[in-house]
Antibody, heavy 118, light 106 residues
């Protein structure tokens, strides 16, 4: 069965960096893009961008250009999200999701809670 | 960028009720509209893709309709397990989520 398993919760200080992983199984990793989605506490979903898992080319939404980097370890069927120079407003749950029907998210990881606090 | 306006923000209904949730796009999205259900503390789950296609394993009481800029998710007979927040997503031009509808049982 298709599964996306994400890494564990993170507690970081402002200015630090964090790297979140998303390991896929149950399908051919390079056949589907991978989305990243942010959900701040008690808020809605915000699309951060996606990465073409065949070419490695990332696309970032406007609000996520600069401090956010999508990367791959294709041999391990894993997508990564790195956030640098963390700010309090980066406190959120970050989801990965497979780009399925017409590229839109179908299967989702369980989410990673990142807390940024001094 | 395409904006999505979802309504209502909050909905309270009784078991067995017919429930509708709406999303309006800022421009024609050509039926590239998905619906997701998110239960408390869980990841979103895809219910319907491309306006009216039921994802595998989703109960038939869920249905979708719409065209152009206006789209609707309908639950034909509300069940206790349907308590959740529902989001629409347009994928006609990049991706934009609606703001969500929190559904509770009256």
């Amino acid at each position: 069965q298709i599964q996306l398993v994400q890494s564990g919760p993170e507690l970081k200080k402002p200015g630090e960096s964090v790297k979140i992983s998303c390991k896929a199984s149950g399908y051919t990793f390079t056949d589907y893009a991978m989305h990243w989605v942010k959900q701040a506490p008690g808020k809605g979903l915000k699309w951060m961008g996606w990465i073409n898992t065949y070419t490695g080319k990332p696309t970032y939404a406007d609000d996520f250009k600069g401090r956010f980097v999508f990367s791959l370890e294709a041999s391990a069927s894993t997508a990564n999200l790195q956030i640098s120079n963390l700010k309090n407003e980066d406190t959120a749950t970050y989801f990965c999701a497979r780009g399925g029907f017409y590229g839109s998210p179908d299967y989702w990881g369980q989410g990673v809670m990142v807390t940024v606090s001094s | 960028d395409i904006q999505m306006t979802q309504s209502p923000s909050f909905l309270s209904a009784s078991v067995g009720d017919r429930v509708t949730i709406n999303c309006k796009a800022s421009q024609n999205i050509n039926k590239y509209l998905n619906w997701y259900q998110q239960k408390l503390g869980e990841a979103p789950k895809l219910l319907i893709y491309n306006t009216n296609n039921l994802q595998t394993g989703i109960p038939s009481r869920f249905s979708g309709s719409g065209s152009g800029t206006d789209y609707t998710l309908t639950i034909s007979s509300l069940q206790p397990e349907d308590v959740a927040t529902y989001f629409c997503l347009q994928h006609s031009s990049r991706f934009t989520f609606g703001s969500g509808t929190k559904l509770e049982i009256k």
